[in-house]
């Protein structure tokens, strides 16, 4: 799965590269998202190569242990800022979208596409490096919390007074951005459809009624 996911991402952030024809910025903010999606897939692809548990529990000293353990610390600010960014991505093309179809303002929307960079990149980045800072990465025991590769610190590997918090953070980190992304999307999309159906409709009436005028005019 990783391995299609990156050539996925590749195959966007190439064709948007080499062919000019179809550059646009819905293309452009999906190129962001993609490279977002190849950062995550990139680091999971990295946890399954790696053997973490060999070498983090299994040595007890030395330099080869210290490298996998800062691999497997960065391998998870990857995944983290790759799955916030991913999230944020999306909800900033609906956003784009919604701006541009429904309100028509260009240099509304041009700002609202600058807000996007900075927030899209800027706060992952800021979630990552600060869960980094305060060593909640590791290489989890307990595989209910990890995949194979390494996450948030939770589980066996926690005390029992901390495994409350942990999970907490764990929420706050992963789920409420899948929760706040589909929330927020769900009426965007709605009112974009909306908007994008009167349209047409507008358009085929005027369609029609130029025909006829000029059928009328022969």
Request: glycine share 6%; proline share 2%.
């Amino acid at each position: 799965m990783c391995s299609l996911s990156i050539m996925g991402s590749l195959a966007i952030i190439l064709s948007y590269i080499l062919i000019k024809d179809i550059r646009s910025k819905a293309r452009e903010l999906l190129v962001h998202l993609s490279i977002m999606d190849l950062t995550f897939s990139g680091a999971n692809l990295i946890g399954i190569i790696l053997p973490y548990d060999r070498y983090i529990f299994h040595e007890a000293s030395g330099t080869v242990r210290d490298n996998f353990l800062w691999a497997c610390k960065t391998q998870a600010v990857l995944a983290v800022y790759g799955t916030i960014g991913s999230f944020l991505w999306t909800l900033g093309l609906a956003v784009y979208l919604y701006y541009r179809i429904v309100s028509g303002n260009m240099k509304l929307t041009k700002r609202v596409v600058r807000v996007l960079y900075v927030v899209c990149y800027i706060l992952p980045l800021y979630v990552a490096l600060w869960l980094l800072m305060t060593d909640h990465y590791g290489y989890p025991l307990d595989e209910e919390y990890s995949g194979g590769w390494c996450t948030l610190l939770a589980g066996s590997n926690a005390p029992e007074s901390e495994r409350f918090d942990l999970e907490l953070l764990i929420f706050m980190v992963d789920d409420i951005w899948i929760l706040s992304t589909f929330i927020a999307m769900v009426p965007i999309y709605l009112i974009v459809h909306c908007q994008v159906r009167s349209e047409v409709k507008e358009y085929g009436r005027q369609f029609l009624f130029s025909s006829g005028e000029n059928t009328c005019h022969c």
